[in-house]
Structures are given as structure tokens and as C-alpha cells.
């Protein structure tokens, strides 16, 4: 997968059985520890915000075909790309580090899948620490969560930068 990030490929990964989820986008880290890609939204047909999964989770991946690009109507990945450093995106703990002070949505799957919005106050070895917001956009506690319990990491999105833009 790591000449998929090289060559910024397009591709769908699916992290089933764990989850039944599959994440479309270019790929831009691939290593044995993250795959990060810049998320494709199949409604607008370009690219909006960033996805961070463990290479763990990663059951099987697909390169789109030349046909699959008649959905990107507006290759807006360059603007994108350029507000990040991705020297910065290694792994789990670097990632965060690099958002801190950032707001950010962590699934954590299992028998119960948690969802939790925030913006990250600090970066431990193992876990990182979020300013919760509820639902109605307000401040709520703050939750510690381990990296060994996040499952999906995003950041960057429409839906991020509304909560950003809206809180109280």
C-alpha cells in the first residue's frame, strides 16, 4: 500500500469483518501503522476532509479503475493536501499531536461503537485527550481515550468545520 500513498492513488478500503464500513478516498500514508487517506464524497463528487485507520484494520483495499474517475467532478485534492504536513502523519500519536487544538471525530468500534466530537487538548505516549461537544454544539466534559481503542479518526471534514464554526 505504500506506493499507493507515493502515487496518491484513489482507492476503497474495507475494514469488514470488524466493521462494516468502506472509506473512498486518496490514499496519502500507508505503513504498518496508519493508512490515511483524503476523503472522496461520492455526493459532490470531490474531496473533502481526512480519514486516519489503523493498517491493522485493513482487510483488503481497491484501486479505482479509470471508469471510477468519471465520479470526481472537481479534483480539489492539491488545495487540500497543501494545508497539512504529512510528515506529521506516521502513526496514531504524531497525527494527533499534529491536531491538537483541532477539532476531530474518533469512532471507537466494538459491542457498543462510541462516537465522540472534539477538539483534542493534548497527546499522551498512549492516549489523547478531547473537549467533548454535544450534539447542540456546546462544551461538554472531557474524555480521555486510548489509542489502542480509536478505530476511526477524522478531521478537516464539512462536518468538523460546522461543529468548529457553530460551538458555544
Same mark, same amino acid.
Given at each position: 500500500?505504500?506506493?499507493?500513498?507515493?502515487?496518491?492513488?484513489?482507492?476503497?478500503?474495507?475494514?469488514?469483518? %470488524?466493521?462494516?464500513?468502506?472509506?473512498?478516498?486518496?490514499?496519502?500514508?500507508?505503513? *504498518?501503522?496508519?493508512?490515511?487517506?483524503? @476523503?472522496?464524497?461520492?455526493?459532490?463528487?470531490?474531496?473533502?476532509?481526512?480519514?486516519?485507520?489503523?493498517? *491493522?484494520?485493513?482487510?483488503?483495499?481497491?484501486?479505482? /479503475?479509470?471508469?471510477?474517475?468519471?465520479?470526481?467532478? %472537481?479534483? %480539489?485534492?492539491?488545495?487540500? !493536501?497543501?494545508?497539512?504536513?504529512?510528515?506529521?502523519?506516521?502513526?496514531? /500519536?504524531?497525527?494527533?499531536?499534529?491536531? !491538537?487544538?483541532?477539532?476531530?471525530? !474518533?469512532?471507537?468500534?466494538?459491542?457498543?461503537?462510541?462516537?465522540?466530537?472534539? =477538539? !483534542?487538548?493534548?497527546?499522551?505516549?498512549?492516549?489523547?485527550?478531547?473537549?467533548?461537544?454535544?450534539?447542540? *454544539?456546546?462544551? @461538554?466534559?472531557?474524555?480521555?481515550?486510548?489509542?489502542?481503542?480509536?478505530?476511526?479518526?477524522?478531521?478537516?471534514?464539512?462536518? /468538523?468545520? /460546522?461543529?468548529? =464554526?457553530?460551538?458555544?
Amino acid at each position: 500500500m505504500e506506493e499507493l500513498a507515493e502515487q496518491k492513488l484513489i482507492i476503497d478500503i474495507d475494514l469488514a469483518p %470488524n466493521v462494516d464500513d468502506v472509506y473512498t478516498g486518496k490514499c496519502l500514508v500507508a505503513n *504498518s501503522e496508519i493508512v490515511m487517506l483524503l @476523503n472522496f464524497d461520492e455526493e459532490d463528487g470531490e474531496f473533502d476532509g481526512f480519514t486516519i485507520v489503523k493498517n *491493522s484494520d485493513v482487510e483488503k483495499y481497491r484501486t479505482w /479503475e479509470e471508469e471510477d474517475y468519471a465520479e470526481l467532478k %472537481n479534483d %480539489n485534492s492539491e488545495r487540500l !493536501i497543501t494545508n497539512i504536513d504529512l510528515k506529521n502523519f506516521t502513526d496514531l /500519536e504524531s497525527s494527533l499531536k499534529s491536531l !491538537i487544538s483541532e477539532f476531530v471525530a !474518533i469512532f471507537i468500534y466494538g459491542e457498543e461503537d462510541d462516537f465522540f466530537v472534539g =477538539k !483534542i487538548l493534548s497527546v499522551k505516549s498512549d492516549s489523547v485527550e478531547l473537549h467533548l461537544v454535544d450534539e447542540d *454544539s456546546k462544551w @461538554n466534559e472531557i474524555e480521555i481515550i486510548k489509542f489502542s481503542d480509536i478505530s476511526y479518526l477524522g478531521f478537516d471534514t464539512e462536518y /468538523e468545520r /460546522e461543529i468548529k =464554526k457553530n460551538v458555544v
